[in-house]
Structure formats: C-alpha cells, structure tokens
C-alpha cells in the first residue's frame, strides 16, 4: 500500500501536511504521528484517506521502538515522508531554561534523525522526503540561539541526504519558511515575550505547505515560501552574519 508517514500532525504545519497530501490520490493510507492522539482522531474525521494514527511522544526511546515495530509488521511501501515535529523558545540564554534547549534539540534534531533513518529502508524508489526547518536555518539568531542551531542542522541533514539517496532516486527537501501562523508561537513565548517582537510577515500554513508540496515535485532541496523570505535568505549568504545579526538585533529593539 502506497503511504505517507507524517509527524507532527496534529496541527500547523504537519495538520496541513496531511490535508494536502490525501488530495494527492496516489495514497492508500497516511500515518499520522503526534502525542495528542484525540486531535489525530478528529483529523481522521476530515481526511479522503484512511487514516493510522499513532499517538507517539517523540521525546521517549519507547515511542521509536513501537516505530520500528510498527514498521516491521506492515511494511509500508512509504511515498512520502513529513517530518513536521519540532518547537522552539524565545528568550536570551539566561531565560530559557536548559532542559529546554536540550528538548529542542532531542526533538528537532535527534528524533527527526531517527524517524528518517528508521522509515528509509521503506521508501520506495521515487519517494519523497520533506524536513520542515525554517529560514532561520541560515544564518545565527540571537534569542532564539538553540531553536535557529537546530535547523541549521536539518538544512545541512537534508541537503547532504538528497544526494546520498540520488542511486535510489529518493528525493529529500529541507523546507525553511519564514514565520507562519501555528501554535508554535504559544510554546516560544512560554520563555519571553519581549524577545521577539517584530515579524515581517506571518503566512498561514496552508499557502507555505501548498509551495512545499510542489517544490518537493519538481525535485528541489531547499523550498524557502515568498519572495521576502527568498531575499532574506539572500541578504543572509551575501551579508557578513555580523551584520544580518545587528540587522535583525535592531528590529527586536535589542
């Protein structure tokens, strides 16, 4: 059966994720990940392909072996990977606690590693990859040092990994959009809310999925949604960091 596996769907990005990718009409089914298991069975309500949900927390060790087993006993024909998990803090280093940063990294780093290296033996030839980052990816960000390391990370993982995998024509995409409209920002703001405070431009996560969706077909490694994110990451690899730091320290009034 051709399947789509997707974390973080219970809602932003991830939920949206699974909207588009059942309008696809390629899948037999989407496995849906996320702790908050009731709202994965309200998104089953919605969907135009069955859904199998799988309440995992992707902080716990127990959560992957139930992967791996899962994996192991239905032996998904997996088109499509989404990995959407992920959280950030705001806040200088004296606020945001530690455990936190290393939370963040456990999560945005660590688990999205071990999701793909778990589900790769399964995708098929012509699969899929999308690693939702963010365009904080790249460059350094003050106030939000740990959130914007981590997916400098997964920028560099997903770009390194869309070439290893070209012998089994699977295609991996880092997807870095700007600010977008999701509950991210109820979980960033648990540190400061005077850190960050000025936001160029929030999209909703529809109209940044639907480019991600479509950049992943046409074979890119990197999609970066609307022309002002595209120009900041330009600013960001012409632009001496020192500089697009001041730049972005003087428009949170730091």
Known sequence: MNTAIITGASSGMGREFVKLAAQRGDLDEIWVI??????LAELAKEGQVPLYILPLDLMQQESFDRYRSELEARKPQVTLLVN???FGRFGRYDQIPLQDNLDMIELNCKALTHITGLTLPYIVQGGHIIQV????AFQPV????IYGATKAFVLSY????????KDRDIHVMAFCPGWVKT???????????EAVTYYNKLFTP????????????????VCVPGLGVKAQVLATKLLPHKLVMNIWMKQQKH
């Open 158 to 165: 997903a770009r390194s990994l869309n070439v290893e995998l």
């Open 142 to 145: 003050p106030y939000i040092s």
């Open 34 to 39: 996320a702790r908050r298991g009731d709202r």
């Open 133 to 136: 980052d963010s365009l904080s």
């Open 84 to 86: 959407a998990s992920g």
């Open 206 to 221: 529809e109209e940044v999925v639907r480019v991600a969706m479509k950049d992943s077909a046409k074979g890119k490694d």
């Open 183 to 193: 509950d991210f920002f109820d979980h960033a703001w648990k540190t400061s809310k």
